[in-house]
Nanobody, 119 residues
Framework: QVQLVESGGGLVQAGGSLRLSCTVS????????MAWHRQAPGKQREPVAT???????NYANSVKGRFTISRDNAKNTLYLQMNSLKLEDTAVYYC?????????????WGQGTQVTVSS
């Protein structure tokens, strides 16, 4: 079974930085696209950033210029560098991966990591 494990969340002051990591447990899972989503209290989950296998990226308008998504295919790891954090970035951040597992197209999500930005 494929598992995604996020780390790097925590408490940070506004204006600060955090780097999230997400490691995919199964190297036989052929990953195409990966993404970070987030869910703030009382709000729906929303996409933050995506990255394709060839490195093409896309960002939500609210994080453009502040967040950077990257991946290390050799380590099966996804990253999200978050700079200039704002109070409204407070949310649970989820890592997702879409790809091919045992001949079938599959999507997997991690359990989430809390990011809290304080004033």
């Amino acid at each position: 079974q494929v598992q995604l494990v996020e780390s790097g969340g925590g408490l940070v002051q506004a204006g600060g930085s955090l780097r999230l990591s997400c490691t995919v447990s199964e190297t036989r899972f052929t990953i195409n696209a990966m993404a970070w989503h987030r869910q703030a209290p009382g709000k729906q989950r929303e996409p933050v950033a995506t990255i394709t296998r060839d490195g093409s990226t896309n960002y939500a308008n609210s994080v453009k210029g502040r967040f950077t998504i990257s991946r290390d295919n050799a380590k099966n790891t996804l990253y999200l560098q978050m700079n200039s954090l704002k109070l409204e970035d407070t949310a649970v951040y989820y890592c997702g991966a879409a790809g091919r597992w045992l001949g079938n197209d599959r999507n997997y999500w991690g359990q989430g990591t809390q990011v809290t930005v304080s004033s």
